[in-house]
């Protein structure tokens, strides 16, 4: 008992010793990423309406389109399923914090260790699958 108290005590010093508060993110670093991540979901959403789109005629002749939408229709009436979606869009926003902080965490340590290696590699790649990417997977309704 003494030894694994002794250990565990050795290793909080040690832990402590080697602890750095992590750096904040540059306010344009945390902006580039803000303006990255709400493209990417405007693709998604085009994606999906496009997706829906292309299936809505597929669906409209099929016998077990029909029966798949009954199923749904009767799972939004269900009262358990009303009751999941509360408790998980209450977890979502509990989590909410902690999820933004951990990013804030993660793109100061990127900032701060990575950037002034692969920023600029990085931000030209971006720049060139951008082209790609409107082509494949367009952010704006055409």
């Not at 900032?111 to 409107?134: F, M, S």
Request: hydrophobic share 45%; glycine share 8%; proline share 7%.
């Amino acid at each position: 008992m003494k030894l694994a108290f002794a250990l565990i005590l050795a290793l909080q010093v040690s832990v402590c010793v080697w602890a750095e508060p992590i750096p904040e993110p540059d306010k344009e670093l945390v902006e580039k990423y803000e303006g990255l991540k709400a493209v990417f979901f405007k693709r998604l959403v085009v994606a999906w309406e496009d997706l829906k789109e292309a299936l809505q005629p597929l669906a409209e002749g099929s016998p077990t389109a029909g029966q798949a939408k009954e199923i749904m229709e009767e799972l939004k009436k269900s009262p358990r399923v009303e009751s999941a979606i509360k408790i998980l869009g209450g977890l979502i926003s509990e989590l909410e914090p902690a999820v933004d902080k951990g990013r804030m965490g993660l793109l100061g340590i990127y900032g701060h260790y990575l950037r002034p290696y692969i920023g600029e590699h990085l931000d030209q790649a971006i720049t060139n699958v951008r082209p790609v990417l409107d082509t494949v997977l367009p952010h704006e309704k055409a």
